[in-house]
Structure formats: C-alpha cells, structure tokens
C-alpha cells in the first residue's frame, strides 16, 4: 500500500463507461470474509452491465493485497473494479468510506455490500428488477439470512416500516440489503461522516422518510449477514440508537398528537417517558399495562423530576385506557398476545398506535 495519506488508483468512473448498478463496497480490515464475499459478487446473474467500487478506510491487515489479486478475475468477467483509499492510521469511518465509494462510481443504481457479507447469486438482478419497475420507491431491500429466525416479525415490521420505524428492530431489517437510485441518494444527501460510534445508516434511513421515501421489499432471502465481535456495529452505543429513535418518534408522531397513552408501565415505558422533552411530557394522560401489580399501585411518580408537586401519571389496565398510544411492548416477547390485545381495541396501526420497543 501506498505510504501516502490518499491512494486513489481511480477515483473516477471511464467517461462513456456508465453501470447499471454500482455495488458499492467499504472495507476496513476484511481479510478474513473478503474471498468469499468477492465470489459472490462475481457469480451475479445480472445480464446488464455492473462494477464493484471499493473505498479502503486504512485497513492494516492485508485486505488491500487480497483485493487486487481479485481485479483480473472481474475484468475477465467484464466486471470493472474501481479501488481506491487512504492508509492514514486514523479510518475516516463507515460514512465516509461510503460516500467516497459512490463518488467514484457511475452506475444509476446503487446496490450496497459490507465487506464481511455474502450475495446470493440473484441479488443484483431481482432489487434492481424491483427498483426499475418502482421508480416512485426510495429504496429496495430483501431479506437477510442472519434474520431468518425471526421472518413473522419482519414481514410484518415491512409491510408497515413508516409505522414501525420507530422500533429497536425496524430500520436495522433491511440497512445490510439496501438497493437504490443514485438520484435518490443524491436527493437525500451522503451518510454522515461523524466516524466510529455514528450510525450512518440509521441517520441516512431517517432522512430518507423525511425525504418522504419508502421501501419495496423483494421478498427472497438475498444476504448472508456477517455478525461477529468485529462488526461496526459494536461501535455505536445502545444510547445513542435510543436517543436517535426518541428524537426521530417526537418530530414525526408526537409533535401531531395533544395527548397520548404509554403502553407498558414498566421499564421501557417508564424510560420512554424520562426521556421525552418536558413538553411531551406533558401531554402523557396514562400508562396502561396488563400486569395487576402495576395497576394497583395507580400511579407512576416521576421522582426525578423538578417540578412540584412531582408528576403522578395513572396507571390503567389497557381497556381502561385510550388512544393514541406508543406501545413500548417488543412485539416478539409476549406470543401473540399484545397483537391480540390491541386487535380487540379495534385499533389500526399508524393512526390509533405506534410501536417503540
């Protein structure tokens, strides 16, 4: 690797050389996944004209060295392989890697890998197929393998994903699959370059509803989703994705309501609401639950607070209480029973309720 800062062996597309799709790849420190993760892309089935850009965030093993012994393989192909980086000691984060991969890219469809991730051979050609007939759709995602355990709770998180964004579980479903137009992602602007401990993907997915997108889901596993201790993901703190998910609920759902109800006197309910702006604050009329113990107690008693008297908020069995609400119930936890619960209310999701578990 180069002994300088930036080493960028092409930091932009062939002029007249425009991809259909652009697979667009950070990498930091992959050799342990990157043979297979390179076969897969290779092996697509994707008739139309593809390239793989790759930004290298510093890596200081030997993934560099692993990716160039990789570019005759595409270029028989007709794969072109556009590889470029820095060896500062410091990496620059998964946000920037990205942005620079797309910057140096040229294909109208941007199709996004982790370096420790596996494609199943028609992942190329059925999201793109999805996102051409779709041209109203922010972005196309699928499912992942790493997920399949719990496939009832994202079909359903994705059939409704402006209603359930605002869970633990929703945007984090489709971010490793994600396919979309480079004018979409030209509209909703790069990831965040805040670096380790950012969320990139879950700030640009914020934006991306702001922007007013959606999601077209293709409905076939096409990922195999690396978790292991490595991950980037081990790098963002719970409190800042809590923090994020509370700020995103007041801006989209809150800010339009004069009152609601907390579903769940317990921990995460409670937590929810120390975490609201005293404005929001204000406007929780209730908890309900369906435990007898908390009932009985009748109030929750915000001990922290500085107000005086402190504020006592009633605790109700939940067909004692009434709508709006934020259920703050994990949906996977209960067997059935918070769906059957709300199912009797005759509530309709994304107008009587939110889920934030």
Request: hydrophobic content about 35%; glycine content about 6%.
């Given at each position: ?39 897969a892309i290779l092996e697509q089935d994707f008739p139309d004209r593809m390239e ?306």
């Amino acid at each position: 690797m180069s002994d300088t800062h930036e080493s960028h062996e092409r930091t932009e597309p062939a002029e007249g050389a425009s991809a259909a799709v652009s697979v667009i790849m950070p990498m930091f420190n992959a050799s342990d996944w990157l043979d297979e993760c390179l076969q897969a892309i290779l092996e697509q089935d994707f008739p139309d004209r593809m390239e793989l850009s790759v930004y290298d965030d510093g890596s200081t093993d030997n993934s560099r060295e692993l990716l160039e012994r990789w570019r005759q393989r595409f270029e028989d192909r007709g794969l072109p392989i556009l590889i470029s980086g820095h060896s500062s000691p410091s990496p620059r984060g998964v946000g920037f890697a990205k942005n620079q991969a797309v910057r140096q890219s040229s294909g109208r469809f941007l199709c996004f890998q982790d370096a420790d991730d596996i494609m199943r051979p028609q992942r190329v050609r059925l999201q793109y197929e999805a996102a051409a007939a779709n041209p109203t759709a922010g972005w196309v995602c699928c499912f992942d393998l790493f997920h399949q355990f719990s496939a009832s709770l994202m079909n359903k998180a994705l059939i409704s994903v402006l209603n359930q964004v605002y869970t633990s579980h929703g945007p984090t479903v489709i971010m490793p699959t994600w396919f979309c137009s480079r004018d979409w992602f030209e509209k909703v602007g790069p990831f965040n370059e805040g670096g380790k401990g950012v969320p990139e993907d879950l700030l640009f997915f914020y934006q991306s509803l702001r922007r007013g997108g959606h999601a077209i889901r293709v409905d076939e596993c096409l990922l195999v989703y690396r978790y292991h201790e490595h991950a980037a993901t081990h790098s963002v703190l719970e409190e800042t994705i809590w923090s994020l998910r509370v700020h995103f609920l007041q801006e989209r759902v809150l800010s339009q309501w004069e009152s609601f109800t907390v579903w769940n006197a317990g921990k995460q309910g409670r937590r929810l609401y120390r975490s609201l702006s005293p404005t929001n604050q204000k406007k929780v009329k209730a908890f309900c639950d369906v435990d007898e113990n908390k009932i009985q107690k009748g109030f929750y008693t915000y001990e922290d607070s500085k107000e005086r008297p402190k504020p006592r908020i009633p605790v109700l069995h939940f067909t004692n209480a009434s709508p709006p609400f934020i259920v703050c119930v994990k949906l996977d936890m209960t067997h059935g029973v918070l769906e059957g619960n709300l199912h009797s209310l005759q509530l309709k999701e994304g107008v009587h309720y939110y889920h934030f578990s």
